[in-house]
């Protein structure tokens, strides 16, 4: 098992002909993901390595079944693919892009839930489930299946998470960046749910990082909800208060959204919080007792 | 991004808020017009991207054409932590009996945008919302169908009791949300929506913040930039597309990725280290981005080591390690570089870093310690 994403999915990458779009489809191809249609408006008719494009992400879903949508399309265009991909019958929609207006992403969000729709980000990496299939833009070499679930709001940091992993033999079930934007699809307690319920899972790693209260809540629903373990890591406890890090949600506002806040709610969860990445395998082994 | 007062009254106003009368002046005898034109106590305000304005002596009432000279020659070319007043906005002090807040956020948790009002007006809405949380009402919005006429008019009642008071809050707090969505708002509040002792609704105070992802569709509110108060360093990141904020340390630090460039901080921290900046060169990476950062960096002169820690994913490191090579073909950095990159086309960028007798390091850690280290040495 893994969560939301296996080797059944059937794959349509939007943007498939664009520079980042066709590069990451020849590694998620590379990586063993099914992908069976691409759309470029105005190129319907064309192959991009033997993958079929279409015009819409409704034709591609009915000629050739995709039940997955990653999007790799330029900000400006990229609400309007979203909201296609949504209402197009696939059930699982990645937007990669970033930098798409908050107030779109949340009319997005909103069919999303109305159709049964799982949207992941916007501005995120993706997922992948090790072994089985990638939809997004990691590093796939990376990875390696095992019962470690990782949920993260960032996406190098991420990698940078499953690298230590690897480093120390311990493989991923599924490994999922959320994105850092304030509005997004799935958020830290549609994974850890996921992940409670997924049988391949025996723990799990959520990054997370200043601002909002995404870890407060985290925290409390692992106190109520999780029988697994969880160990965390947050990013920014040196980042100054009122500067924005990057990410539109990272940042430390009326003295809310620290680090400390994060790691104090999720050490009365009972959750360990790394000081450094390298020493989250660590922390794991303990939590499973070996 | 951040518009002054000014401008966002300029766009209340266009979407039928009533806004007392105003002008901006950057001249103190225009300011005497204004005031004589208004023909009443009028309030002198410093337009600069920061708060406690008041505080600082920026905002005066004049209740004459006098007074509001004087107090703009004091005003226009004062300090306010760190910026300079190059304008004052001049409008008329309208009397309050009562003051209100309402505004409206983005809410992560509903994913909505979330109206508050409260009966607390005129004062910090955070600090309202610490001590007296049951005095801010909350709304969430439903972004399809905006916000009816009965959930402004029940948003109104909460305010204030007299039936054609509640009427014109709620005219308000239609318009608000109009404005809010109209200008692609991550946040916009009227703190204080004033009522006069003749029962008339003014919003006084206005503040909008902008979501920088949606200003493509907004090139009128795009050209209110301000760009007093934003450093050489900081348009110049802004414009080739990094995220950078200065800090006080001396390990400079060039990352892809904000959570990466944070906990890279952190971890420079760990090692005994300060560091001295946060950038994120962000996704899709060209060699003009790297030369920007390293550009950036190198004009920091508290900055004593720098590390480039790079995990390829849609960023590919042999993009990287070119523009790295290009950087340093130009001119001699002048300060010990550590580099790591590892991820997408890593191996390539290995090839291209050997070719110019450069090496990655393996980990994140072995990079930040050595880089700490160095920095040490150099001081």
């Not at chain 1, 079944?65 to 400006?76: E, L, S």
């Not at chain 1, 990698?159 to 699809?185: C, F, K, N, T």
């Not at chain 1, 980042?239 to 990410?247: E, S, T, Y």
């Not at chain 2, 979330?114 to 004062?123: I, P, R």
Request: proline share 5%.
């Amino acid at each position: 098992m893994s969560i939301f994403l296996d080797e059944a999915t059937r794959v349509c990458v939007q943007g498939i002909t664009g520079r980042d779009g066709s590069f990451h489809t020849r590694a998620m191809v590379e990586y063993g993901t099914n992908v069976v249609a691409g759309v470029t408006p105005g190129k319907g008719g064309q192959e991009m390595d033997g993958i079929p494009v279409f015009n819409t992400v409704r034709e591609a879903v009915d000629a050739t079944n995709a039940n997955a949508t990653i999007i790799f399309v330029p900000a400006k265009f990229a609400a309007g693919a979203a909201m296609e991909a949504v209402e197009s019958g696939a059930k699982l929609v990645v937007v990669v892009s970033e930098g798409v207006p908050t107030l779109d992403v949340a009319k997005i969000y909103k069919r999303a839930k109305e159709l049964g729709v799982r949207m992941i980000g916007p501005n995120c990496p993706g997922i992948i489930s090790p072994g089985k299939s990638k939809l997004g833009i990691m590093p796939g070499s990376i990875h390696s299946q095992g019962g470690i679930g990782v949920v993260s709001r960032s996406g190098t940091l991420t990698y940078e998470v499953v690298d230590s992993l690897g480093r120390a033999g311990m493989g991923q079930s599924s490994v999922i960046g959320i994105g850092g934007d304030p509005i997004i699809g799935t958020n830290f307690i549609d994974a850890l749910e996921a992940f409670e319920k997924d049988h391949e899972t025996e723990a799990v790693v959520l990054i997370g990082e200043i601002g909002g209260t995404d870890e407060e809540q985290a925290a409390e629903f692992i106190k109520a909800k999780m029988t697994k373990p969880v160990v965390s890591f947050i990013a920014g406890r040196t980042a100054p208060p009122g500067k924005r890090m990057g990410h539109a949600g990272a940042i430390i506002a009326g003295g809310k959204g620290t680090a400390q806040e994060k790691m104090d709610a999720l050490a009365a969860a009972g959750v360990p919080v790394a000081d450094r990445p390298s020493e989250i395998p660590g922390l794991l082994k303990t939590a499973l007792g070996r | 991004m951040k518009i002054h007062e000014y401008q966002a009254r300029g766009i209340l106003s266009e979407y039928g808020v009533p806004i007392p009368r105003f002008e901006v002046v950057d001249d103190p005898g225009d300011a005497r017009r204004v005031a004589e034109e208004i023909g009443r106590m009028v309030v002198v305000k410093a337009q600069v991207h920061v708060g406690g304005r008041g505080k600082a002596g920026g905002v005066k009432l004049a209740k004459t054409p006098d007074e509001a000279e004087k107090h703009a020659t004091a005003i226009l070319g004062m300090d306010i932590k760190g910026l300079t007043v190059e304008r004052v906005m001049v409008a008329d002090a309208v009397d309050i009996e009562s003051e209100y807040y309402v505004g409206i956020v983005v809410d992560r948790a509903t994913k909505r945008p979330v109206y508050m009002v409260s009966a607390a007006g005129g004062v910090d809405i955070e600090e309202v919302a610490a001590t007296t949380p049951e005095r801010i009402h909350k709304h969430p919005v439903d972004p399809d169908k905006g916000l009816s006429t009965a959930e402004a008019q029940e948003l109104a009642a909460k305010l204030d009791t007299r039936p054609h008071v509640v009427r014109d809050i709620a005219v308000v707090v239609e318009k608000l949300y109009d404005a809010f969505t109209g200008s692609d708002a991550s946040l916009a509040e009227i703190n204080p929506l004033v009522v006069t002792p003749d029962e008339q609704v003014w919003a006084i105070d206005a503040k909008i913040n902008i979501d920088d992802n949606a200003l493509f569709r907004h090139p009128d509110i795009e050209a209110m930039r301000d760009p007093s108060g934003e450093t050489d360093d900081l348009r110049r990141a802004r414009e080739m597309g990094l995220s950078y904020v200065k800090l006080e340390g001396d390990v400079g630090c060039i990352v892809n990725g904000a959570g990466l460039a944070m906990t890279t901080m952190d971890v420079i921290k760990y090692y005994g280290g300060e560091p001295a900046n946060f950038l994120d060169i962000g996704g899709s990476s060209s060699p003009e981005k790297m030369q920007t950062a390293i550009d950036i960096i190198t004009s920091d002169p508290n900055v004593k080591s720098i590390l480039i820690n790079i995990f390829g994913g849609i960023t590919r490191c042999d993009d990287v390690a070119r523009g790295l090579v290009a950087a340093l073909k130009e001119r001699s950095v002048g300060l010990p570089l550590v580099v790591r990159l590892t991820g997408t086309n890593a191996e390539e960028a290995g090839q291209i870093l050997a070719e110019h007798e450069m090496k990655s390091a393996e980990t994140m850690d072995e990079a930040v310690e050595k880089v700490v280290e160095l920095a040490r040495r150099q001081a």
